[in-house]
T-cell receptor, first 118, second 115 residues
Framework: NAGVTQTPKFQVLKTGQSMTLQCAQDMNHNSMYWYRQDPGMGLRLIYYSASEGTTDKGEVPNGYNVSRLNKREFSLRLESAAPSQTSVYFC?????????????????FGAGSRLTVL | AQSVTQLDSHVSVSEGTPVLLRCNYSSSYSPSLFWYVQHPNKGLQLLLKYTSAATLVKGINGFEAEFKKSETSFHLTKPSAHMSDAAEYFCVVRGLTGGGNKLTFGTGTQLKVEL
C-alpha cells in the first residue's frame, strides 16, 4: 500500500545545478501531476500527464521538464536550478473515471520533496 | 475562468468547539469541489468531495461541507474540534476548461486547536 512515493524528501542545490525528482505510483492510475507549494499560494500545477505517453504544461512550467517514463513513473527535472525554485514539490496521481463532466478526479498525493536552491 | 477563495488564512478554535472553514468559488460550469487536509510535513489527503449529488457532503473524521450554489460557497464544518484536527486545509474546485479538466487550489487555511 505504498501509494505515491517521491524521492528525495530533501535536497539542497546551488544555483545552476540540475536535479531530477522521482515519483512512482502503484495504484495503476492513469494521470500524474507535479505541483509546487509555496507559502500563501496554495498548490500550483507545474506539469501533468493525462495518460502514459503524454505530458502537458500546467500553470508554472518554466524552468522544468518532465518525463512520463511508463504508467507508474513521472519525473520532474530542473535543468539549471534557481533560488525561485525553492519550494516543496508534490507528485500526485489520479484515476479519472467517467468523462470530464462526471465523476471526481480525486488526487492521491506523495509526501513531498523539499528543495532549497542557494 | 475558475477560482477559489479561502476567506481565512488562519482559524483558531478551542478543543470541543465547532469548526468553520470558509470557501467561495467561481466556475463557468457545474463544478466539482473538494476539501483536502495537510498535516505537517505530509502530503494532502482528501477529506470530502462534492460532485453534483447531495449538497451536504460528509467526509472523514467528522467533517462535512455544504454546497450552496446561490452563495457559491462550500464551507467546511465540524461540530467539535479535536487536537488532531490541527492542520492546513485546502479547498479545491474542478471545472471544465478548453483543455479539459482543471483543478484550482485555494491558498489554504491553517487551523489551530487550543486546549
Amino acid at each position: 500500500n505504498a501509494g505515491v512515493t517521491q524521492t528525495p524528501k530533501f535536497q539542497v542545490l546551488k544555483t545552476g545545478q540540475s536535479m531530477t525528482l522521482q515519483c512512482a505510483q502503484d495504484m495503476n492510475h492513469n494521470s500524474m501531476y507535479w505541483y509546487r507549494q509555496d507559502p500563501g499560494m496554495g498548490l500550483r500545477l507545474i506539469y501533468y500527464s493525462a495518460s502514459e505517453g503524454t505530458t502537458d504544461k500546467g500553470e508554472v512550467p518554466n524552468g522544468y521538464n518532465v518525463s512520463r517514463l511508463n504508467k507508474r513513473e513521472f519525473s520532474l527535472r530542473l535543468e539549471s536550478a534557481a533560488p525561485s525554485q525553492t519550494s516543496v514539490y508534490f507528485c500526485a496521481s489520479s484515476e479519472i473515471s467517467g468523462g470530464p463532466s462526471s465523476g471526481a478526479n480525486v488526487l492521491t498525493f506523495g509526501a513531498g520533496s523539499r528543495l532549497t536552491v542557494l | 475562468a475558475q477560482s477559489v477563495t479561502q476567506l481565512d488564512s488562519h482559524v483558531s478554535v478551542s478543543e470541543g468547539t465547532p469548526v468553520l472553514l470558509r470557501c467561495n468559488y467561481s466556475s463557468s460550469y457545474s463544478p466539482s469541489l473538494f476539501w483536502y487536509v495537510q498535516h505537517p510535513n505530509k502530503g494532502l489527503q482528501l477529506l470530502l468531495k462534492y460532485t453534483s449529488a447531495a449538497t451536504l457532503v460528509k467526509g472523514i473524521n467528522g467533517f462535512e461541507a455544504e454546497f450552496k450554489k446561490s452563495e457559491t460557497s462550500f464551507h467546511l464544518t465540524k461540530p467539535s474540534a479535536h487536537m488532531s484536527d490541527a492542520a492546513e486545509y485546502f479547498c479545491v474546485v474542478r471545472g471544465l476548461t478548453g483543455g479539459g479538466n482543471k483543478l484550482t487550489f485555494g491558498t489554504g487555511t491553517q487551523l489551530k486547536v487550543e486546549l
